[in-house]
């Protein structure tokens, strides 16, 4: 979006300083949003697209950098198998690298990392569970309600919910 605004920009044969005095911004925030470093409000757009003479809706990222920001949040979560709970930290730590992110993937990526975090606490409680009646019981590996048997269940649903919400941004 940031660099769609500088060409624009560049094509109306605008420089920063006048597109500040025109849209009422000040210059260090239009220079913050052409560089990445802020994310433009509603406001901001509407301000720099009368400017531009643009629609708002152009400004705004397009769906399909949307779809491919929301597969690599929804992938992410296979950095579990690299790193303790990077089911959590993964998809995270994209989302604040990447400052950019339009309102619709940063609220999709909270929601997944919100599940991603209730799944982590359950699985964990229910990891401590099967550890303790495993003791008191003495509950061989291979029988059903064994440890393994339903951590790997937990680990297939949560594969499957990241495979389907990956998937879903495709439909």
Sequence with gaps: ???YIRSIRFSKGLTQKSLSQRSTLPLWHIQMIEN???IPTENDLLKISTVL???KEELITSEELDRKQLSKIYLSVLSMFIIPFGNIIGPSYFMSVHLNLSSK???EGNKFVNFQLIWSVITSFIFILLIIYNFKYGVNVYEPLSLWFSL???LIFNLGYSSFKFLSIYK
């Design 53 to 55: 003479d643009v629609n």
């Design 1 to 3: 979006m940031n660099n």
């Design 152 to 154: 790997t269940v937990l």
């Design 36 to 38: 990445n470093v802020i």
């Design 105 to 107: 993937v940063r609220s």
